[in-house]
T-cell receptor, first 116, second 112 residues
């Protein structure tokens, strides 16, 4: 597709359950980022993937959070044993380090996660 | 830590110019200023970017001070649809990786 695609768009889960959030970046974009945005807050960096390099996981808030990027394309963010404080919009963005990239990041529409 | 500071909120009358300031006093020589906006319930959308020269596109103008320590995003004729949170960030233009922090941005309310 032309943009960054995220699924599901909305997810309601019970406390303690695991959830998986999916991100499909723009074709050819080698960099992929996950951010989290709690209600009324700015974007909190979670994790970054660049090509085949080891991901930068420094923003993950706890070991319940993990992410994978298979084949340098699709990424899955997994939250285990969800807590109510995990409720937020999870945003994925991709970018290209190519010299003629003008747009910095292209964001998806996000997954709104509600833990009840 | 965010490398930019912005006022948390601003109001603007519909049809008037909206001028959104951003301070980035620690900007490096190879860092560009990017502006994004986030309309409620959507992902942030690119608006404009610049290095040191003023820039203009169909959405907005970007004025960067000569010392590059601050900039202003100008929406020349604000409409109700411009109500959004506006983020100013600095990052390298291309190549390499930079963990970018988006602050809380400026919440612009366009008033009828």
């Amino acid at each position: 597709g032309a943009g960054v695609s995220q699924s599901p768009s909305n997810k309601v889960t019970e406390k303690g359950k695991d959830v998986e959030l999916r991100c499909d970046p723009i074709s050819g974009h080698t960099a992929l980022y996950w951010y989290r945005q709690s209600l009324g807050q700015g974007l909190e960096f979670l994790i970054y993937f660049q090509g085949n390099s080891a991901p930068d996981k420094s923003g993950l808030p706890s070991d319940r959070f993990s992410a994978e990027r298979t084949g340098g394309s699709v990424s899955t963010l997994t939250i285990q044993r969800t807590q109510q404080e995990d409720s937020a919009v999870y945003l994925c963005a991709s970018s290209s380090p190519a010299d003629r990239e003008y747009y910095g990041y292209t964001f998806g529409s996000g997954t709104r996660l509600t833990v009840v | 830590d965010a490398k930019t500071t912005q006022p948390p909120s601003m109001d603007c009358a519909e049809g008037r110019a909206a001028n959104l300031p951003c301070n980035h006093s620690t900007i490096s020589g190879n860092e560009y200023v990017y502006w994004y906006r986030q309309i409620h319930s959507q992902g942030p959308q690119y608006i404009i970017h610049g290095l040191k020269n003023n820039e203009t596109n169909e959405m907005a103008s970007l004025i960067i001070t000569e010392d590059r320590k601050s900039s202003t995003l100008i929406l020349p004729h604000a409409t109700l649809r411009d109500t959004a949170v506006y983020y100013c960030i600095v990052r390298v233009y291309s190549g390499g990786y930079q963990k970018v922090t988006f602050g809380i941005g400026t919440k612009l309310q366009v008033i009828p």
